[in-house]
């Protein structure tokens, strides 16, 4: 429905898709934050974000123009590295 | 498989994914803009966007914190607001 409020309708649908993804994400990068702990590696990894990135703007095929794909996933990016400090944190309290 | 190259394919998949839903989720933004247009309402409305984010934080399960996942929702409200004034402007060259 192209009104208003069945493209808003749409919308919700699409942001709780997104959600699920980075939780997703979030458990996968939690398994890492374990893994970097073992060997004791760093949890930034600049070199993987820019690979990370170059492939998700050579996937991109729009509408979206590339820098705002970028400014995104600098977010998504962002809050992995808090999250890995977080589920870190948990850990040592344990 | 759950060895670091493992996870970060996983990764790359999930990162495919959600580019794929932030693209669909912009051109719903560009038929909601095109409608606005229309009837020359602002683009910005504050209340959606709280009641949007209301939506998703309720239906977090983690393990993402509250506060992670507003931060990257945020950056896709900041974001499909640039696009409809990006894809206003294109509309008005033509």
Redesign the interface.
């Known amino acids: 429905m ?3 409020t069945g ?2 309708k ?3 649908l ?6 699920k ?12 934050t374990m ?1 970097k702990n073992e060997t004791g590696t760093d949890y930034y990894d600049p070199m ?1 974000e820019a690979e ?1 990135l170059s ?2 703007l050579n ?7 590339d820098e ?2 970028k ?6 990016f ?2 992995a590295l ?2 890995m400090g ?2 870190n944190e948990r850990k040592l309290l344990v």
């Open positions: 192209d009104n208003l493209l808003r749409q919308i919700n699409i942001n709780n898709e997104i959600l993804l980075l939780n997703k994400r979030a458990a996968l990068v939690q398994k890492i893994l993987r990370m492939d998700i996937q991109n095929k729009g509408p979206l123009p705002l794909v400014e995104v996933f600098s977010s998504i962002h809050t808090n999250y977080i589920s």
